[in-house]
């Protein structure tokens, strides 16, 4: 018996995507594209507010500490521990960001894991589990976002915090 290979035609026929499968496919790689950038993009927002309240930390202690050593009061103590306090929660939150997290790849790694989920089937089934598996890393992918932005977003709020105190502390202090 004589096997004849498929011609070009009938193997693009049996394994080309339709329009929609593709369409689908390209913004789920986008999605997925885009949550790994967010992730990035909070991490650098988290090293930006750790590095504006050093600066701030840095900056008031150039200016109050000579006057600070000379008379200490209680309002000095009190704004300087409430600061320190509220930028070591920023550096707590920024590490809580910035740490190492299981990372989803969307798909097989694995050079059996690869062949058994999508050399070894057919076209619809490979197709099948490449969307499960790009939906699985985007939904990873958001919830580890989800996080970082939460640390993020309470570090803002410690950065904010630092700065009125500051405010409060020169211009309402008795």
């Not at 000579?66 to 103590?77: E, R």
Request: net charge negative; charged share 15%.
């Amino acid at each position: 018996m004589e096997l004849n290979p498929p011609t070009s035609n009938e193997t693009t026929a049996k394994t080309a995507l339709t329009i929609q499968e593709q369409m689908v496919l390209d913004s789920l790689k986008r999605t997925y594209a885009n949550s790994i950038a967010t992730g990035d993009h909070l991490d650098s927002k988290a090293t930006a507010l750790l590095q504006a309240g050093g600066l701030v930390i840095a900056l008031t202690g150039v200016v109050k500490i000579p006057g600070f050593i000379a008379s200490p009061t209680l309002w000095a103590v009190l704004a300087i521990a409430l600061a320190f306090l509220s930028f070591a929660g920023m550096v707590i939150l920024a590490v809580l960001a910035w740490r190492p997290t299981n990372f989803s790849h969307a798909g097989a790694v694995e050079w059996d894991e690869i062949f058994n989920l999508y050399l070894h089937k057919d076209p619809q089934d490979c197709y099948d589990q490449v969307l499960v598996d790009l939906t699985t890393a985007i939904l990873h992918s958001f919830d580890r976002n989800t996080a970082k932005s939460r640390y993020v977003t309470l570090s803002a709020l410690l950065f904010a915090a630092q700065i009125r105190i500051f405010f409060f502390y020169n211009f309402f202090r008795p």
